[in-house]
Nanobody, 125 residues
Framework: VQLQASGGGLVQAGGSLTLPCTAS????????FGWFRQAPGKSREFVAA????????NYADSVKGRFTISRGNAKNTRYLQMNSLKPEDTAVYYC???????????????????WGQGTLVTVSS
């Protein structure tokens, strides 16, 4: 499956942004799915994940209550809704999908088999 993240851009602190991730060559409902991010000069870190069935989610403490991972109405698209953005949220955001045999919303990047190319989010103070 091929993933493509989009929707990044420049936003002021306190603002909102929604990142879609669209899949081709497979159906996203067959995969557990996650979002990760990499800030300048830092390692990639976990942001949020959802189980294959959609019934279980997992969030990093730094985004809990502000970010929401969702399916939306499009079958092959997943979203990361980001509210109350902070300058420290500035990063390249990546979407990822686990192998179809794994259903849990893992926070470990090595558990993910498929990766999108990333989209840059910049939050100004």
């Amino acid at each position: 499956v091929q993933l493509q993240a989009s929707g990044g851009g420049l936003v002021q602190a306190g603002g909102s942004l929604t990142l879609p991730c669209t899949a081709s060559g497979g159906t996203l409902s067959s995969y557990a799915f996650g979002w990760f991010r990499q800030a300048p000069g830092k390692s990639r870190e976990f942001v949020a994940a959802v189980s294959r069935g959609g019934g279980s989610t997992n969030y990093a403490d730094s985004v809990k209550g502000r970010f929401t991972i969702s399916r939306g109405n499009a079958k092959n698209t997943r979203y990361l809704q980001m509210n109350s953005l902070k300058p420290e949220d500035t990063a390249v955001y990546y979407c990822a999908a686990r192998d179809a045999s794994n259903s849990l919303p893992s926070r470990w990047e090595w558990d993910y088999r498929y990766w999108g190319q990333g989209t840059l989010v910049t939050v100004s103070s």
